[in-house]
């Protein structure tokens, strides 16, 4: 295939901006010829009760199948991913992304969920030069990293909203005293200094107690720490744990009378796996809302339904509803064709011009929004905290709800 202009790439990618359609370049037909680009997804696979790297892998997949069939990337390159699991350990993240940067023809490393796991891997990462995109993680240093030039390209959540929407949540209930309960970890200490900026900005709630989790903490313990957050006034939950946490939690508060049970507003780890199926029936006996940035259901856009089509295609899954850890999807897939985008704008396979046209994309309609644009040299976050809203698990199917 004859290798197209700059012009003529912006020029396809500005039309698809406009429609919301794949950008297809002129000329294309299905990518099947030339070296496959390659993406590298170093994710927590197979890591018990996680359902998260598993759905990044698909929103991924999803976005390549429509950039490959609409003639891939440098003039007809098909994408190609390729999986990586690090369990959780910083260790093992460090020899994946080693692995994949040793590849010339790989353009960029998608993590997983585990902050930690991220901020260990952010020295390796800027001494190899090889973009970041960040489909999860949520801990601020993981883009506030202080490196220049920064290779950290994050569409996600970020702590200090989680910490703002979810505490913002306790105030409209009426409710001024909150304890934090708070996964002993760096996004643990994240999102503690989160809700303590909150906090001090807003002089409408205060903070009564921090009680810290860790990873073997049973419901038995769990309860003495609700039990302590309930001494100090506590009249609300702030949790930052993962869905394995938040279970003993809930079977701890369970246990309680009803009205020993303290209302929980969740930074949303634990949507990446299936809390209410872990609790049972009576988890929805409790007062557990979880922060999101999108949900699939109710959405009637083509886009969205082309995605929700696709991904039940991967999954097996019957409706949107059944969509697992759902903001990994449409993270993965807009950020998916943001990285296209920027191939093609580079020109190369040449990750530090792939880093700087990450930088200088133009406005791009996705699944989740219109991006004007995704990232400029100043900021490295394509969502804002505008994109945050609380959502309820329902208790007819356990889909996760934007709360009215």
Known sequence: MTRLSRRQISQALAAACLTGAPAALPSARAASSG???RIGLDGEFGYVTSTSAEAIGRGIRIAIGEINAAGGVLGGRPLELVEKANGSLPARSANNITAFAADPDLVGVY???FSPTVLETLPLIHRLGIPLL????AADGIVDNGYTPNY???LSLKDSWAADVALEHVEKRGLSRVGLLMLNTSWGRSSKKAAEAYVARAHRITISSTQWINWDDQPASMLAKVELLHNAGAQAIFLTANAEDAAKLCQAQLTQPPARRL?????WGVAGGDLPAMVGKAFHELDFSVVQTYSFIGQTSPIAQRVVRAELALSGGAS??????PVGVAHAYDLTHLLAMAVNLAGSTDRRAVRDALEHLPPYAGLMKRYAPAFTPQRHEALAARDVFMATYSPVDGALERRA
């Open 35 to 37: 070296a496959a680009v």
């Open 111 to 113: 993590c997983g969920r």
């Open 134 to 137: 960040d489909p999860w993680a």
């Open 152 to 154: 950290v390209f994050r």
């Open 263 to 267: 209302p929980v507003v969740s930074h």
């Open 320 to 325: 949107e509803r059944s969509i697992a850890s």
